[in-house]
């Protein structure tokens, strides 16, 4: 090869050594200009002299990841402690996002919407509001009622979920009021039923003082005066056991102390033995279980049994027999009182326990009974962490078994 051709080759390999170099220059500074501009997106903002290395920006681009997963890691870390705090509440919660998807929603909400039975109509219901709220932009409130089984009284209220400016969203928040609704309307029964039986006994005085007052003939006045006394008896009665009835609900711990069931028996026996008396009943105690001894209210438990007692009597035809007995079990032992009286219809063991209700009404009003025995024998029972049980078949009598913790068996 001549010098001269060599010189030529020479020259332009220097050419393509600098285009090269042009190139590598210029995807360089590309590249410093594309990591800055990252940088600037991920909150950092390089100045001018930064911006000249690319090291520089490598090493700002690596800053910026690491504070965005950083602040990732703490968006996942609120959005998880979020849910879990929802599950927690008792409402249940959906929500919905822009495009009408439901995005979320709690255990509780699950629960209530899983599909099933009644279920399926809130799950319709819940959706068909989210609906129209998104589409109204207003809330909405429905109340529906479920006839179960079991029966529930369900609310269901919607809100747009907004940033200020534009819409995000709607939350729908279930709430079973269920339990409020029977509360309020115990308290309902509770005060129609207290206004009648006072009001009844009330009454009757009146017009019996009234009758007194012209009456000449001295046997009539004694008898006048015999049922205005026998009134008088029953509203202090009716008193005398709302009160009992209101100290034993406010007692919810108690006092406690080791008490013997053979004690207690005797004395609910001898408490209720006038009632017994007057309705020619025969009470007889049952030996069963051994003596054994139990931690509680020496009143309350008296008084819990004594009702039973009294109930049974009340409701028993003359000349039968009531019996009480105690079963000892390894954990709990059973206060049983069993009559041979008119029994319980099926259809009405749900209701005894409440305030004010009776089976037979004519034949609890003759013979003095104020609805509200069964009623403490219950809140009894669970202030002591028992439970009162029944057992009744309508013409053929009843078995009642206040149950209650067992906590020491004594020496035998």
């Not at 332009?12 to 170099?21: D, I, N, Q, S, T």
């Not at 206004?195 to 019996?208: M, Q």
């Not at 007057?278 to 438990?301: H, I, N, Y």
Request: contains cysteine; negative net charge.
């Amino acid at each position: 090869m001549s010098p001269a051709e060599v010189a030529l080759a020479a020259a332009g390999g220097c050419l393509a050594l600098a285009v090269v170099a042009a190139r590598v220059r210029s995807s360089r500074r590309a590249l410093r200009q594309r990591l800055s501009a990252v940088s600037a997106r991920l909150g950092d903002d390089p100045g001018a002299a930064e911006r000249a290395r690319l090291d520089d920006a490598l090493g700002r681009l690596e800053r910026s990841a690491d504070n965005a997963a950083e602040a990732v890691s703490e968006a996942s870390s609120d959005a998880i402690r979020l849910r879990k705090s929802l599950d927690h509440i008792p409402q249940g919660v959906v929500i919905c996002e822009e495009g009408g998807s439901v995005v979320f929603r709690n255990a509780r909400a699950e629960a209530l919407m899983d599909g099933r039975h009644s279920n399926a109509l809130a799950a319709k219901v819940v959706e068909e509001l989210l609906t129209s709220t998104w589409a109204g932009a207003e809330p909405a409130e429905r109340t529906l009622e479920l006839f179960g089984p079991p029966r529930r009284t369900l609310t269901v209220r919607t809100l747009t979920l907004d940033d200020g400016q534009r819409p995000l969203g709607v939350v729908a928040i279930i709430d079973d009021i269920s339990e409020r609704r029977r509360l309020e309307s115990i308290r309902r029964d509770f005060v129609a039923n207290l206004s009648h039986e006072l009001k009844t006994p009330a009454g009757a005085l009146g017009l019996l003082a009234e009758t007194l007052m012209s009456e000449d003939d001295p046997a009539l006045a004694k008898r006048l005066a015999s049922r205005i006394q026998a009134e008088a008896f029953r509203i202090s009665g009716i008193i005398d056991e709302l009160l009992d009835l209101a100290r034993i609900e406010a007692e919810e711990a108690p006092r406690r102390e080791l008490l013997l069931t053979d004690d207690i028996v005797a004395e609910a026996m001898e408490r209720s033995h006038q009632v017994a008396e007057q309705q020619a009943v025969e009470v007889v105690a049952e030996a069963v279980g051994p003596p054994v001894s139990v931690m509680g209210d020496r009143r309350q438990l008296v008084s819990a049994l004594q009702n039973l007692l009294e109930n049974a009597a009340r409701y028993s035809d003359p000349g039968t027999c009531v019996r009480v007995r105690t079963e000892v079990f390894d954990d709990h032992v059973d206060l049983v009182v069993q009559d041979e009286g008119i029994g319980i219809p099926a259809q009405e063991l749900d209701r005894i326990f409440e305030r004010f209700y009776r089976v037979d009404q004519g034949r609890s009003r003759h013979t003095g009974g104020t609805g509200l025995g069964l009623a403490i024998v219950r809140h009894v029972a669970q202030n002591h962490s028992g439970e009162v049980l029944v057992e009744s078949r309508e013409g053929e009598g009843s078995t009642f078994t206040l149950r209650l913790p067992l906590r020491e068996i004594r020496d035998q």
